[in-house]
């Protein structure tokens, strides 16, 4: 049975990823979180899941420095520590889409560095899920002001198919490059406001993030719309 490290395995996404390998039976899950002794995790794994990166991109905008630190140097340190081991990383469509910002720079010098080992990356774009609503769908439902623009169109995806389709690429040991996960499509945020009934306003640029060649079983963006109708409900009744 393989063993399979699962950095940021606290994380939103990364404890997601966690609960499919374990719940998967085929692998042996070494779940890393901040503080563990990576070396050590990693030197006993077969494969490494990279999802510890921060998604915070606000925060790199305003601590630069802290965030290369967090993101850039700690891809380098456990790029080297699985130099016997198939590493994944997780990483974001910003690597493609924000080359202008601070978190998009060092988003993709991380795949930059996991790309010399031939490593695969996994890009994902805006999820929701877990019972958690952020970014522009938090903002949306709290009728607060959201800093893009409305014309932004993003291809949310259920974070928990984001990460059973990471787990089902394990088993491809020759799967590798860079793949971008996401709904089929995308739906701008002012249509999604209209649709839920929201009254945010919106100030900013346009910082559409679609997938490029999702997968064939990529979700319906229905679902984002379900979803958000769901939490919509249950905050009324509290």
């Given at each position: ?5 699962v ?14 390998i ?15 002794d ?9 494969i ?5 990166n ?5 925060y790199?905008?305003?601590n630069?420095y802290e ?16 130099e ?6 997780i990483?974001s ?6 080359l202008?910002?601070v ?14 080992t031939?490593?695969l990356?996994?890009r994902?774009?805006?999820m929701?899920g ?6 522009a769908?938090s ?5 607060r002001?959201?800093?893009v ?10 974070v ?5 389709k990471i787990?089902?690429?394990l ?20 249509e ?23 997968p ?17 409900e249950?905050?009324g009744?509290q």
């Amino acid at each position: 049975m393989k063993s399979v490290a699962v950095i940021g395995a606290a994380g939103f996404v990364g404890s997601q990823i966690a609960s499919c390998i374990a719940k998967s039976r085929k692998y042996q899950l070494v779940p890393l979180i901040r503080g563990d002794d990576l070396r050590a995790g990693i030197e006993r794994s077969d494969i490494v899941i990279h999802a510890a990166n921060s998604g915070k991109r606000f925060y790199a905008k305003n601590n630069p420095y802290e965030d290369f630190v967090d993101s850039v140097e700690k891809t380098a340190r456990i790029s080297g520590f699985a130099e016997h081991a198939r590493l994944i990383l997780i990483s974001s469509i910003s690597a493609r889409t924000q080359l202008d910002t601070v978190y998009g720079r060092n988003r993709r010098s991380c795949e930059l560095i996991a790309g010399t080992t031939g490593s695969l990356i996994v890009r994902l774009g805006p999820m929701y899920g877990a019972g958690k609503s952020i970014g522009a769908l938090s903002d949306l439902l709290e009728n607060r002001t959201v800093y893009v623009a409305g014309s932004t169109r993003y291809a949310y995806a259920d974070v928990h198919y984001n990460a059973s389709k990471i787990v089902s690429f394990l088993g491809d040991k020759e799967l590798s490059g860079c793949i971008e996960l996401g709904a089929e499509r995308g739906i701008s945020l002012q249509e999604l406001r209209d649709l839920v009934g929201s009254t945010s306003l919106f100030e900013g640029q346009d910082d559409t993030q679609v997938p490029i060649s999702p997968p064939d079983d990529a979700p319906d963006i229905e679902g984002v719309i379900a979803y958000m109708e769901s939490l919509k409900e249950m905050k009324g009744q509290q």
